[in-house]
């Protein structure tokens, strides 16, 4: 039998305060990548991957995330009366199927792994999917459709892995490696946010995971980790205590950091681009800009 995985939890409890001011009345989930908020990008890989139900782990002031998720029969209505069928096209490829999302609550802001944890009743005894909205990845296969194929034939814990200069090693979760395999690598070990020098490798974990029920066993320890905070890579690295498979896969496509302005900006000119509607315009303009910059040099 294939192993499937059919639930993802998304974790979007977070403050967004790098994005202040925009996040004091915008969940920075719902900031758009062109013209799609970065949720949306999220959600679609995850039914590229076969995701059936969504779980979100919110918390104060994501009201406008949940209702982002609502249909829109006016708006729809009045698209269809106009004949604008491919705005209404693009409208009703957002719609979710009744009963396939649910909202969970994380009370208070104690880390990722505490965050995945809040979703655990909604789990119960399955393998599950984790996505960040803020890692976006443009792949012409989605990532974690990749993840979820070579899954079949792994089974255990798999996290999406990228080599990072040594120099930013300390701001990810970092694999030690065990065996290579070449896309796919067997873990010995795991460590959040390293320092400097102590990092074992410099493959980091990006923001998609494939886990299984042992891990949200693992949470019940509420063990603090880097900064005091309830880490998911720790409750992944107990399994490797417990000997269980850990692997990384180091997908194929290009990460962005949208958590970041610098990595939001560098997106939005790569999906601009790569729309045929905007690309002409927007290289130009782009051409024009390097051009004044370098005269001004
Ligand atoms: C989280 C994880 C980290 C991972 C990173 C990827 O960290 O804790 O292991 O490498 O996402 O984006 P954060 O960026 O939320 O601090």
Redesign the pocket.
């Known amino acids: 039998m294939k192993r499937r995985v059919t639930k993802a939890i998304f974790p979007v409890a ?1 403050l967004g305060t790098r994005f202040l001011p925009a996040t004091k009345s915008v969940p920075k989930e719902i900031m758009t990548l062109v013209d799609r908020p970065l949720i949306q990008y999220a959600i679609d890989e995850a039914r590229a991957a076969g995701i059936k139900e969504f779980i979100f782990v919110t918390s104060r002031g994501k009201s406008a995330l949940e209702d982002y998720f609502d249909h829109a029969p006016e708006l729809e209505a009045s698209l269809r009366k106009k004949g604008k069928t491919e705005l209404l096209e693009t409208l009703k490829s957002t719609n979710m199927e009744s009963g396939a999302i649910a909202y969970i609550r994380q009370h208070k802001a104690l880390g ?1 792994g505490h965050a995945v944890w809040c979703a655990r009743r909604l789990i119960a005894d399955e393998p599950f999917a984790v996505i ?1 909205p ?2 976006v990845i443009a792949a012409e296969k989605p990532c974690l459709q990749q993840m979820t194929e070579a899954y079949e034939d792994t089974g255990g814990c798999m996290v999406a892995a990228m080599e990072v200069p040594p120099e930013k090693a300390s ?4 694999l030690d490696v065990k065996e290579d395999m070449g896309s796919l690598v067997a873990v010995k070990g795991m460590v ?2 390293p320092k400097a020098d102590e990092a074992p490798s410099n493959l ?4 998609r995971y494939i886990l299984t029920p042992d891990v949200l066993k693992n949470l019940n320890r509420m063990k603090s980790g880097s900064g005091g905070e309830i ?3 720790d409750a992944i690295a107990d399994e490797l205590s417990a000997e269980r498979n850990v692997y990384g896969l180091r997908f194929r496509g290009q990460r962005f ?1 949208c ?1 970041s302005k610098a990595g939001f900006l560098q997106a939005t000119v790569a999906f601009g681009l790569a729309r045929d509607e905007l690309k002409t315009e927007l290289s130009e303009y782009l051409e024009q800009m390097v051009a004044q910059q370098k005269a001004a040099q």
């Open positions: 977070g990722l960040l803020d890692d701001a990810y979760g970092v959040e946010k980091a974990v990006i923001g880490q998911l890579t950091d958590g």
